[in-house]
């Protein structure tokens, strides 16, 4: 089975629930507060994971019981951790997520160990990365690694489904050496200095990230679905209409489901279609691992709707 390696964060998710975001200098009682583990890599391997993927992590977590949590986690979905390594340095990271009534979060990451991954680390990782099918990657790592990885990806000819969230300034140049790219609207109009605001605009901005050399474009448009510009031109694959819970995790989960679809030589569209479902069902349940479906959902789901 194709390998799916996922180079990225691990974040321990400290989700407090409120009726309305407190304004700056305001208190406001909330309703609970969960912990739930995630990150933006941790999710999009899990979600590959249990979609059926035989799936591989690199990152890092704190030498601390929210990373032996992780560790012991990924044990249990069948993922390979041999290049997950555990630093004294920085505890494992940590996110302040509010999640108002109408379902919209605010985030916070403190980066810890996942900014403790670099160089030395990264060196070992080569043998991994040659037997992935694909990577992929986000930008909860240090911005100067996260560009060496995908400089490694670009020269042992590995394809990268790249994730540009949180939305960073990244250079045209390495952005082209990236496969796929898949920014939600806000993190395309950063990358292309292009606005998002029309349909209109957000297939200009996706066409200019085109033109840097990536293969394909899959920009993910919430309930919308998402856009998707290639060679074949460009189009938007429909979304699903669900309850929307919590949207934490949709995108990640979307990309794992995505990558799993392209190791399995489905077409861009197919790939799409599977990965808007996949994120349907996450925005459905609370949390962000404890949200991610199994395939046996996700099928359950497609037939339902179908
Ligand atoms: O994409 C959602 C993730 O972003 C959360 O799990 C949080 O940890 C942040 O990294």
Redesign the pocket.
Same mark, same amino acid.
């Given at each position: 089975m194709p390998k799916i390696t996922v180079v990225g964060?691990f974040?321990m998710?400290m989700v407090a629930s409120v009726e309305e975001f407190p304004l700056a200098g305001q208190t406001v009682l909330g309703r609970s507060l969960r912990v739930y583990p995630?990150?933006?890599g941790a999710?999009q391997c899990v979600a590959a994971a249990r979609l059926g993927a035989q799936t591989a992590m690199i990152g890092m977590v704190g030498s601390d019981g929210n990373g032996k949590t992780f560790l012991e986690l990924f044990q249990e979905e069948g993922i390979d951790c041999a290049n997950v390594f555990v630093t004294e340095k920085e505890p494992t990271a940590i996110?302040q997520?509010q999640i108002n009534a109408a379902a919209e979060n605010k985030?916070v990451?403190i980066p810890s160990a996942n900014f403790v991954f670099g160089e030395r680390e990264w060196r070992q990782c080569e043998k991994a990365i040659k037997e992935s099918a694909v990577v992929i990657m986000q930008m909860?790592l240090n911005p100067g690694i996260t560009e060496e990885i995908i400089r490694t990806c670009a020269r042992l000819s590995v394809p990268v489904v790249l994730n540009p #969230?949180p939305a960073r300034n990244i250079s045209g140049e390495v952005l082209g050496l990236a496969t796929y790219v898949t920014p939600n609207e806000t993190e395309l109009e950063l990358l292309t200095g292009m606005p998002t605001d029309t349909e209109e605009n957000i297939y200009k901005a996706a066409g200019k990230l085109l033109s840097f050399g990536v293969r394909a474009v899959v920009a993910t448009l919430g309930k919308r679905g998402a856009l998707v510009a290639d060679a074949h031109g460009k189009r938007i694959i429909p979304g699903y209409t669900v309850k929307v819970v919590d949207t934490? #995790?949709a995108?990640?989960s979307f990309n794992g489901a995505l990558a799993k679809c392209i190791t399995e030589g489905k077409s861009l569209d197919e790939a799409v279609r599977y990965a808007n479902a996949v994120g349907a069902l996450t925005v459905s349940k609370q949390g962000?691992i404890p949200s991610l479906p199994t395939a046996a959902e996700v099928e359950a789901f497609i037939k339902a709707r179908a």
């Open positions: 964060s974040v998710d995630g990150g933006k999710n996110a997520i985030i990451v909860e #969230a934490v #995790a995108g990640d962000a």
